[in-house]
């Protein structure tokens, strides 16, 4: 076979694939036709560890992706180093005998082969030795100065291709740890949603009851209810309760994008589409098909758009800008606002058509003020947070002052549980090592009600605290549960979840309440 055709097929093979693996198998049948080779193997120098990793090793039947070290005595060692400095050939050639190299021997002792003769074909990058392509040849055949010559006329070929591998192989590290800290975040992320979600069975349970008959459902939801009462909490728990849990969760805050910017962040552009759009983009509702997308604020979204995202939901559809393709969408919508859309389609500020599409599920998510019942469990679920964050370096979780929850049941939460939150970090700011007190804290208005105050000499556990509370408000109330002047209509719970965590606490009901 004439050199440029032996080049031109066995290049074909080596940079035919982008998994070395194949390429090496398909190589190794092409050069057994003119050359006895019974093994090839590909071979990675590592410096570092004065080692050489196999990566890939292909015979007559099968090829297999390895990934060893090979144990290097001081003369092999010495033998590479040698090579690296002295710029070696290309190919070294050698019959087996039992004064072979160390190197050699050090490689065939390692893998149990017992060859005749090897050919080594060293790799080079940018001048710099990456590794080598053994061949071997079994019982009485052995390796020639023209095997050599052929064999040296496949080094860029397999530099290429041990390059690309490198490269390639990045990537899928890279995005295996991309993976893993997705992963990581949906554990994290769990935390915060289905029976984890602090309230779920007493001052949200309303709100989780109607998650889990949504969630699997592919109905639009709307979810209503003031700044900082956590819509972002809910919607992660509809997505991530439902079968597109692995699928993407794109979160899009309507409030925060630029008028003309909306359109290109939303439906994506082409190339060229604008000035300034030098590469094509995908947008957010691409981004999330087969998944979900949480609109928040959706009542900031201008009119214009407003026409746009209706054809999405009704279509579910879209055209990137600059673009005449359609592109269709597997794509499920939460929505959330703390407006009311039905004032705002009076004033025709938000369109009704749209306003129809969205509210199919509405779910109402109660302001923490006819949640106080959940404040304890809160209040703890902060502390640790922030005792554990990095920003505040706090020594321990501090523990919290006699009668501290008392001022936090009684204050009005315009800020909801966002502002619970931040007066949580404020008081850790102030005392990081506790005891922990609320009642003095600046800008912290207290309206003292008229309830018993609830004294804890701090041993008591936020159940123990829970049950205290709600007996005080029972005995106001002379055991009525329902009506306008029950506990449960103070405290801002439902009946039935009322009785359930009274349940749960071991309340007796009635006038049996000490």
Partial sequence: MEKNEFFKEATLRICGNLEIEESLFSVF?????????????????EESLKSVRSIAIATEKEVKSVDFLTPLSKEAQAHIERKIRLKLPDVMLSVITPETEGLYKDMLNFHKVKATSLMILALESNGEYIGSITLLSFGEKVFTKKDAELLTLLKEPFVIAMSNTLRYREVVKLKDLLTDDNRYLHREMHHLIGDDIIGSNFGLKDVMEKVSQVADLDSPVLLLGETGVGKDVIANAIHYSSSRKDDPFVKVNCGAIPESLIDSELFGHEKGAFTGAITQKRGRFERADKGTIFLDEIGELPLQAQVKLLRVLQ???????????????????????????EEMVKANQFREDLWFRLNVFPIRIPPLRERITDIPAMLQYFIEKKAKAKELKLPGIPKLAPSAIEPLLNYEWKGN??????????????????????????GLNLHKNKSTPIISDGTETLDMVTARYIKQVLEK??????????????????????????????IPFGREIS
């Avoid at 049948?29 to 120098?45: A, C, G, N």
């Avoid at 939150?421 to 850790?428: G, H, M």
């Avoid at 109330?477 to 606490?505: C, Q």
């Fill in 315 to 341: 279509h579910k559809e879209i055209e990137r800008i600059g673009g005449n393709k359609t592109i269709k969408l597997d794509i499920r919508f939460i929505a959330a606002t703390n407006r009311n859309l």
């Fill in 417 to 442: 549980v966002r502002e619970l939150e931040n007066i949580v970090e404020r008081a850790l700011i102030l005392n990081p090592l506790g005891p922990i007190s609320f009642d003095n804290l600046e």
């Fill in 29 to 45: 049948h092409f050069l057994k036709e003119v050359m006895p080779v019974d093994w090839i193997s590909l071979q990675l120098y």
């Fill in 477 to 506: 109330t002379n055991g009525k549960i329902n009506g306008k002047n029950g506990a449960a209509r103070i405290l801002g719970v439902n009946p039935n979840t009322l009785r359930n965590r009274m349940i749960k606490l071991g």
